[in-house]
């Protein structure tokens, strides 16, 4: 499958810091980018769906000033969390997708760990 | 909205022995796509299986078939000859052919292989 890659793969920060998540689409075009949450052993959560050239959707609750997305190109998308607090500690998972047809597969990023002190 | 709910948050099977995950979800659409992802320790979300709602024949892939119901709007997972790296946190998903297609996950299953 395609590969979709995430940097860092963990990143510790002091708290009112702003961090920068990379996604990376490898080997595919990525029309429509999305971004996680995962806490320890629950679910992933959707923070907001980026398309490219767009401003992301996001989703109920999540806050759009704090975790800002930018998706600039077709391979590349961004989440930058400002002004980060120990409450933002979290693992952070974006995926992409390069259609939107049933056999247009999502693929995930490895994931990064946030920390914040 | 839709929504997906998995109701065994643990399961356990013995090493090569057979376990079936369940998932259910609610939704008004009649055409749609499931999902099951496994995401092993590494936290690597995979893809394990995929079925259009609209293929009443169930999908299979090696040792992973489905059993889908649409009118009990069910959708189990039958893993055959458990192996020990099919110990993971599997997920079940829905996403609609509408709109941006968001991915609608459970609360996932962890599973744990005895050998």
């Known amino acids: 499958g395609a590969v979709v890659s995430q940097h860092p793969s963990w990143v510790i920060c002091k708290s009112g810091t702003s961090v920068k998540i990379e996604c990376r689409s490898l080997d595919f075009q990525a029309t429509t980018m999305f971004w996680y949450r995962q806490f320890p052993k629950q679910s992933l959560m959707l923070m907001a769906t980026s398309n490219e050239g767009s401003k992301a959707t996001y989703e109920q609750g999540v806050e759009k000033d704090k975790f800002l997305i930018n998706h600039a190109s077709l391979t590349l998308s961004t989440l930058t969390v400002t002004s980060a607090h120990p409450e933002d500690s979290s693992f952070y998972i974006c995926s992409a997708r390069s259609g939107e047809g049933f056999y247009n597969e999502q693929f995930f990023g490895p994931g990064t760990r946030l920390t914040v002190l | 909205a839709q929504t997906v709910t998995q109701s065994q948050p643990e399961m356990s099977v013995q090493e090569a022995e057979t376990v079936t995950l369940s998932c259910t979800y609610d939704t008004s659409e009649s055409d749609y796509y499931l999902f099951w992802y496994k995401q092993p320790p590494s936290r690597q979300m995979i893809l394990v299986i995929r079925q259009e709602a609209y293929k009443q024949q169930n999908a299979t892939e090696n040792r992973f078939s489905v059993n889908f119901q649409k009118a009990a709007k069910s959708f189990s997972l039958k893993i055959s000859d458990s192996q020990l790296g099919d110990a993971a946190m599997y997920f079940c998903?829905?996403?609609?052919?509408?709109?941006?297609?968001?991915?609608?996950f459970g609360q996932g299953t962890r599973l744990t292989i005895n050998p």
């Open positions: 998903a829905y996403r609609s052919p509408q709109g941006a297609q968001k991915l609608v």
